[in-house]
DNA sequence: CCTTATCTACTACATTTGTAGAAATTAAAA
DNA sequence: TTTTAATTTCTACAAATGTAGTAGATAAGG
């Protein structure tokens, strides 16, 4: 399943807080981002066609969406085209670049270390 | 600077063997994918009036084109949106991911335990 | 020098994406 | 029960993207 950036914005709020409105996607989208009701709706149509998404009652006169494809399925999907794109497939120096770029704290770090030595032990 | 998928498949292939023509690029692209030798032209002028492509020389009547930004610049700057989008913006997910489903060697392994290592000297 | 094979430049078009208005519907309030 | 305010549906549209054809230019070969 290929979806968009937007589309994966509100599929990421979604994760988060399912089950709920397109109004309270909007709201949570507004604090971050200028944009209108309708958009979101629209996001919200097309996740629902493209699968992504179903209806799972309703609220007054308002639809309750829920996801119906999980983060782990779709990063796993797009990871491969990530690392190809921007890291030449090179999957040392991506997780190199992201060791030296991202914040990580100590207990971070002990538990990347421990998935480490894990590996390591497996071969 | 934002790129297309294509694009930057076309970039990955120019930062590993450029400086090179178009039909060097298509020549290469062919083997994985069919591809018309326009659609591969057309591309590559896009790149270049983003200013991602620039003209290096000629051979014959072929423009050799050379990269005028570089992988890093450009995997910093998609790299947030991705963790963000894919892994909620939790950084120690995605490392995590990568070092469970990605194929590493023991050598990639010591070096990426190093980089831990620094990091947390580093604090 | 003329022909030709190749390359560039230009144009085209369907699809996807971001964006949102208008119209229709309906739950809730009065 | 009638009005109203919130929601859904439907429609629209510009820009970006993937895809490639056509026409014109030109280097290279004969």
Redesign the interface.
Known sequence: MKLS?FE??VM?LL??REPCTAAQLHEHLSQTKKVAYTTVKTIVDRLEQKGAVERAGQQGKAIIYRSCVD??T???Q??P????????GD??S???????????N?E??A???S??KD??QA?
Do not use: C, N, P, V
């Not at 085209?81 to 030449?88: D, I, L, N, P, T």
């Open positions: 950036e994966l914005d990421q994760w988060q983060q782990s779709l990063s796993d797009a990871t085209g990530f690392m190809q794109r921007f890291f030449g999957s040392r991506l997780i190199a670049h992201f060791i030296q770029q991202e914040e990580l100590e971070d770090i538990y990347l270390q998935l480490l590996k390591k071969k």
